[in-house]
């Protein structure tokens, strides 16, 4: 009986000393490709208001005091008549209607051939006013090209009674069609002009390559806000009194980008084609990495047990933790730790001296904004080896607990710091003709990722995000 015993401690002592090593280092790391989540597609607002009284100076412009003029009785099919077409007072733009309405009030001098009884020609001369209201709805197409197709039509504002006799002159009759030619002229030169003084394409063109370009918002941190945008929309142009509204939403991954600069490489500079939408949606998400890199990480557990060892208690154990590292291990982390204790089951107890490897799944904790290790579980080289001889440790629920008690680590301050970050981010003047300005409503945590050096989480901040271009 003695002898068996000897036989047993003695193989045990083998055992322990086959896991046991001087020194942790670090296990071989499976063959599995590190797969970094996909980062989500916001769409940023990107609104245009066009001053109604800034267009009324452009078209104004295009139109000179003499509107029109035919001096000759022999023109439009020997007409007999002669005719000048003077602006009356600037023309108007207002909002109606969900579109434009420019007001032309028209100053009319003529002067009419009468052919009477003998042959006898009689030139009457005379004026009148008249008003043009010149009503449009503006679209936008896929090509950036703004659409008028303006319609005029003619208000009588007075009409003199010329008495012939007779019979009297009916004055639209008679050139009624020859104003309603030169309405159409008109018309046809407001679609030309007014879109030379809202050149949509150049705006936005401009404005697309300066998005594109990486933008410091921290120099301490050195944080970046970096967009990539891919896609443009447009919803129907809306209308106040004072304004033509154009609502863009630019399609983009956001995110902002700590410690060096980054590069945009993927960023297409051609202005993509205009995609029309009833409507979308502004709220944007702004992606934002926070890592704890492994040395960090080893740096703490380091501390917990610089000055004693940690004590896990069971009814059947009591082991002492010396040491604990973790490291990279495909999709999880793996833990070496360095540990002695005994075992206690019935009258004889078991000494266990060595170090053992586990692995853990890491997940986010929105309680207490930390990072923690669970999952917890021996691999299966170490499990073989235990199962040998301390199958107690691979079954052990209360040491898996303690454990993963053990494995937890704050990012509040890093949360805290994104908040701060991305409000700094979105509350911006970008350059001198682009304000970027927004509110965080939230911010989650979502995936986490493992990295040769690194634990990370990518963290969502939800809020609302425009690009105010000014000078419009």
Same mark, same amino acid.
């Given at each position: 009986?003695?002898?068996?015993?000897?036989?047993?401690?003695?193989?045990?002592?083998?055992?322990?000393?086959?896991?046991?090593?001087?020194?942790?280092?670090?296990?071989?790391?499976?063959?599995?490709?590190?797969?970094?989540?996909?980062? =989500?597609?916001?769409?940023?607002?990107?609104?245009?208001?066009?001053?109604?009284?800034?267009?009324?100076?452009?078209?104004?412009?295009?139109?000179?005091?003499e509107v029109y003029k035919d001096d000759k009785f022999e023109d439009n099919g020997n007409d007999n008549l002669k005719l000048t077409v003077l602006k009356r007072t600037p023309f108007t733009v207002s909002?109606?209607?969900?579109?434009?309405?420019?007001?032309?009030?028209?100053?009319?001098?003529?002067?009419?051939?009468?052919?009477?009884?003998?042959?006898?020609?009689?030139?009457?001369?005379?004026?009148?006013?008249?008003?043009?209201?010149?009503?449009?709805?503006?679209?936008?197409?896929?090509?950036?090209?703004?659409?008028?197709?303006?319609?005029?039509?003619?208000?009588?504002?007075?009409?003199?009674?010329? %008495?012939?006799?007779?019979?009297?002159?009916?004055?639209?009759?008679?050139?009624?069609?020859?104003?309603?030619?030169?309405?159409?002229?008109?018309?046809?030169?407001?679609?030309?002009?007014?879109?030379?003084?809202?050149?949509?394409?150049?705006?936005?063109?401009?404005?697309?390559?300066?998005?594109?370009?990486?933008?410091?918002?921290?120099?301490?941190?050195?944080?970046?806000?970096?967009?990539?945008?891919?896609?443009?929309?447009?919803?129907? $142009?809306?209308?106040?009194?004072?304004?033509?509204?154009?609502?863009?939403?630019?399609?983009?991954?956001?995110?902002?980008?700590?410690?060096?600069?980054?590069?945009?490489?993927?960023? %297409?500079?051609?202005?993509?084609?205009?995609?029309?939408?009833?409507?979308?949606?502004?709220?944007?998400?702004?992606?934002?990495?926070?890592?704890?890199?492994?040395?960090?990480?080893? +740096?703490?557990?380091?501390?917990?047990?610089?000055?004693? =060892?940690?004590?896990? +208690?069971?009814?059947?154990?009591? $082991? *002492?933790?010396?040491?604990?590292?973790?490291?990279?291990?495909?999709?999880?982390?793996?833990?070496?730790?360095?540990?002695?204790?005994?075992?206690?089951?019935?009258?004889?107890?078991?000494?266990?001296?060595?170090?053992?490897?586990?692995?853990?799944?890491?997940?986010?904790?929105?309680?207490?904004?930390?990072?923690?290790?669970?999952?917890?579980?021996?691999?299966?080289?170490?499990?073989?080896?235990?199962?040998?001889?301390?199958?107690?440790?691979?079954?052990?629920?209360?040491?898996?607990?303690?454990? +993963?008690?053990?494995?937890?680590?704050?990012?509040?301050?890093?949360? %805290?710091?994104?908040?701060?970050?991305?409000?700094?981010?979105?509350?911006?003047?970008?350059?001198?003709?682009?304000?970027?300005?927004?509110?965080?409503?939230?911010?989650?945590?979502?995936?986490?990722?493992?990295?040769? *050096?690194?634990? %990370?989480?990518?963290?969502?901040?939800?809020?609302?995000?425009?690009?105010?271009?000014?000078?419009?």
């Open positions: 009986m003695k002898k068996t015993i000897l036989y047993v401690v003695a193989l045990f002592a083998v055992i322990i000393n086959a896991c046991k090593t001087q020194k942790i280092t670090a296990p071989k790391p499976p063959n599995v490709p590190v797969v970094i989540p996909p980062k =989500p597609t916001s769409i940023i607002g990107l609104p245009i208001h066009i001053d109604v009284a800034g267009l009324a100076v452009s078209v104004n412009k295009k139109f000179p005091l909002t109606a209607n969900n579109g434009l309405s420019i007001t032309a009030p028209l100053h009319i001098d003529f002067v009419y051939n009468v052919k009477v009884f003998g042959g006898f020609e009689k030139p009457i001369s005379q004026s009148l006013n008249l008003t043009v209201v010149f009503n449009t709805s503006p679209v936008i197409d896929r090509d950036w090209n703004l659409n008028l197709n303006s319609k005029g039509k003619i208000l009588w504002d007075d009409l003199p009674v010329i %008495n012939l006799g007779l019979t009297t002159l009916d004055l639209p009759k008679l050139f009624g069609a020859i104003i309603q030619g030169q309405v159409n002229k008109m018309a046809t030169k407001i679609d030309q002009e007014v879109p030379k003084n809202v050149d949509i394409k150049k705006m936005v063109g401009d404005s697309w390559k300066t998005l594109a370009e990486p933008f410091l918002i921290d120099s301490a941190y050195k944080a970046w806000l970096l967009l990539n945008p891919k896609n443009i929309f447009i919803t129907p $142009i809306t209308y106040t009194p004072d304004e033509m509204q154009i609502k863009l939403g630019v399609s983009s991954i956001v995110e902002v980008i700590s410690g060096y600069k980054p590069k945009n490489d993927s960023f %297409n500079v051609n202005l993509p084609p205009l995609r029309q939408v009833s409507s979308f949606s502004d709220d944007v998400k702004i992606n934002l990495n926070a890592a704890i890199a492994f040395d960090q990480i080893n +740096e703490t557990l380091t501390k917990q047990f610089a000055d004693k =060892p940690m004590v896990l +208690e069971g009814s059947e154990y009591k $082991i *002492n933790i010396n040491e604990a590292k973790a490291f990279p291990y495909g999709s999880k982390i793996m833990i070496a730790i360095d540990l002695d204790g005994k075992v206690q089951k019935g009258k004889l107890g078991k000494n266990i001296k060595g170090i053992v490897y586990a692995t853990g799944v890491p997940v986010y904790n929105p309680t207490n904004k930390s990072i923690e290790i669970r999952q917890f579980d021996f691999d299966l080289k170490t499990r073989d080896i235990l199962v040998k001889s301390a199958a107690w440790l691979v079954n052990s629920k209360k040491f898996r607990e303690n454990m +993963e008690k053990q494995m937890v680590f704050s990012i509040a301050d890093q949360l %805290n710091q994104a908040i701060k970050t991305s409000n700094e981010a979105i509350n911006k003047q970008w350059s001198t003709s682009i304000d970027v300005n927004g509110v965080i409503k939230n911010i989650e945590p979502a995936n986490i990722y493992i990295l040769p *050096n690194s634990l %990370n989480i990518n963290i969502i901040t939800q809020g609302n995000l425009k690009v105010v271009m000014k000078g419009f």
